[in-house]
């Protein structure tokens, strides 16, 4: 309070340009000259750490945090779940893997419109809200293709934790204790990880035994243990009995799909990101295609013209997102034109330098009705960075969607399902968990994929590795990492300042400018009168990057979140 009152004080004194928002942490980031990885669960980060220690690569360490992270973080960290990995190599190239959940066989358009013509809440929780999994393949298939250890040396370290069990952290007890009312509903999540009502305190050792014989046997047998082999039987034969849709057929079927990244320009350095069916990549690419050469940031970051011109790019990419954006495979999504230099001329025209366009006035819109966002808070994706020696760089994002996803274990298989299904649009013109809106581009269709935000991206400038980013937040994945990439490439913050910054996020519709927690009031006023109309809220993505400077690696983790930078 007394903070406030000194800072509306020196506002008084000085216009607001000049006390832009609040001050970044000055927490210096961690650097390291060979490696490094960064994460949000710190013994997951610790085990691709040593995978590079040990002569593995960047794709080597991505699969073993990958699986270590299904068993330390269990709300996000999956094997039932889906995502994306962005892999640029030492030589320049850069791949795209999309392991994204797909519809199962027996999905349809409606299948979530209840006989009162509303979305029902089955999209979300029990066995019916997942698509078939694709973080098993998608790990399977980057290994393939750039992985160099032995695969079952890279699962040894999840089998170990799930099998011998880990210290319980403050941040895991209390994800547990958040969610326990979706999980105390299954009575497999309950038992293993609500104890049967005696919920995990910090200090505990959590053992997950059938999540280790599941990875065991992932381990020698490979994937096709997941998708035709025990696994695949045993959660085929699960789901028939439970009236889930997902069969041995689907699991059989599922693919990773290695896809062309997308590729823009921005200020001197080159962009690299997911392409759909992630709309975060393009949406990266049209904010930054907007902002590109308006000065926008002559005020500094977080000032009122920064936030006023950044929002306003927002709103115009959340209104293309609502009606263009699909899986290309079922929608034929007009990559180029949202991209084309004339589009983006025309959308930066549009906004008006002195006032908040109303997102009513924003076109194109099939929206019916204005939506409310649900502000749920305990929902989560998790995101992670690896660096090797030789310059390889991995960017995942992958995502059971809510915290604990559906709610389900597999009984005997000890790995929880995802609720992706709510990512496509279940009626056009309702919201879905995170407030977003889509129509016939999202609509669901047997195998489809689910429209996503995440978008695990990675920032070159003159050909040489400068930045890998990502998030998790549902649609303020996609806000988050813009406002981080803007902030260490335009304001020149290292990565540590960067992630701590306070962020801003804006959705076209609600009609909202959500303002992170340590905004400065006084910026907000001058937004409120130009006729924004702001909310509080406590996390605009939680963003992991790793930015390469003067030859080292800068990390940076939230320092509102218990994630970890290592490195060596
Ligand atoms: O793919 C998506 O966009 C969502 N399923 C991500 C969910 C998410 O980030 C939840 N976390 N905080």
């Not at 990885?37 to 013994?43: D, G, L, R, S, T």
């Not at 998790?382 to 991995?394: C, E, I, K, R, S």
Request: net charge neutral; charged share 20%; aromatic share 8%.
């Amino acid at each position: 309070m007394r903070f406030r009152t000194f800072v509306a004080g020196l506002c008084a004194l000085f216009p607001v340009v000049l006390f832009p928002g609040s001050a970044a942490s000055a927490k210096t980031p961690v650097t390291a000259r060979h490696g490094m990885v960064v994460a949000q669960e710190p013994i997951a980060a610790d085990v691709g750490l040593a995978v590079l220690k040990h002569g593995g690569n960047a794709v080597d360490a991505a699969v073993a945090v990958g699986f270590a992270l299904a068993v330390t973080h269990p709300a996000a960290g999956n094997i039932g779940g889906g995502g994306f990995l962005l892999v640029r190599l030492a030589n320049g190239k850069s791949h795209f893997v999309d392991f994204r959940e797909a519809a199962p066989g027996g999905a349809s358009r409606n299948m979530y419109i209840g006989p009162d013509g509303k979305p029902t809440k089955d999209s979300l929780f029990g066995w019916r809200a997942s698509g078939v999994p694709g973080s098993v393949k998608g790990f399977s298939e980057a290994y393939k293709k750039w992985g160099t250890k032995k695969w079952a040396e890279l699962l040894a370290p999840a089998v170990n934790l799930a099998r011998n069990g880990f210290t319980v952290d403050q941040a895991l007890a209390s994800e547990m204790l958040g969610s326990a009312s979706t999980l105390r509903n299954d009575p497999e999540s309950n038992r293993i990880f609500l104890r049967d009502g005696k919920p995990y305190q910090a200090g505990e050792t959590f053992r997950q035994p059938e999540l280790a014989s599941t990875l065991e046997r992932i381990a020698t047998k490979g994937a096709d243990d997941f998708y035709d082999g025990e696994t695949a039987r045993k959660l085929a034969a699960a789901m028939a009995a439970h009236g889930g849709l997902i069969t041995e057929a689907d699991l059989k079927n599922y693919r990773a799909i290695e896809r062309k990244p997308l590729e823009g320009a921005y200020h001197g350095y080159e962009i690299i990101t997911a392409p759909p069916p992630s709309a975060g990549g393009l949406g990266i690419l049209q904010m930054l295609g907007i902002l590109n050469g308006m000065g926008f940031g002559s005020d500094g970051p977080n000032s009122v013209k920064a936030v006023h011109y950044t929002a306003e790019a927002m709103r115009r990419f959340y209104a293309d997102r609502s009606k263009y954006l699909g899986d290309p495979a079922y929608y034929d999504v007009p990559v180029r034109q949202l991209l084309s230099p004339q589009y983006l001329a025309e959308r930066r025209a549009s906004i008006n330098p002195a006032q908040a366009t109303p997102a009513a006035e924003i076109q194109p819109g099939l929206i019916l009705a204005a939506a409310g966002v649900h502000q749920r808070e305990s929902s989560e994706t998790t995101h992670f960075n690896v660096v090797d020696a030789q310059g390889n760089a991995v960017a995942v994002t992958y995502t059971i969607n809510n915290s604990f996803g559906s709610g389900i274990t597999v009984p005997g298989l000890g790995f929880l399902l995802n609720d992706e299904m709510d990512d496509f649009a279940a009626k056009p013109g309702s919201p879905n968990l995170f407030g977003l809106i889509g129509a016939d581009a999202d609509a669901i269709q047997p195998g489809k994929r689910p429209l996503s935000s995440m978008n695990p991206t990675i920032v070159t400038r003159d050909g040489k590795l400068f930045m890998a980013v990502g998030a998790p937040g549902g649609s303020r994945i996609t806000t988050g990492v813009l406002q981080v990439i803007l902030d260490v490439v335009d304001f020149h913050m290292n990565a540590q300042d960067a992630v701590d910054l306070p962020r801003f996020h804006d959705q076209w519709k609600p009609d909202i400018l959500y303002l992170q927690k340590g905004f400065n009031p006084d910026v907000e006023a001058a937004l409120v009168k130009m006729g924004y109309k702001t909310k509080p809220i406590n996390d605009v993505g939680r963003v992991e990057a790793i930015v390469v400077r003067n030859g080292l690696l800068e990390g940076g983790t939230e320092s509102r979140h218990n994630g970890k930078v290592a490195g060596y």
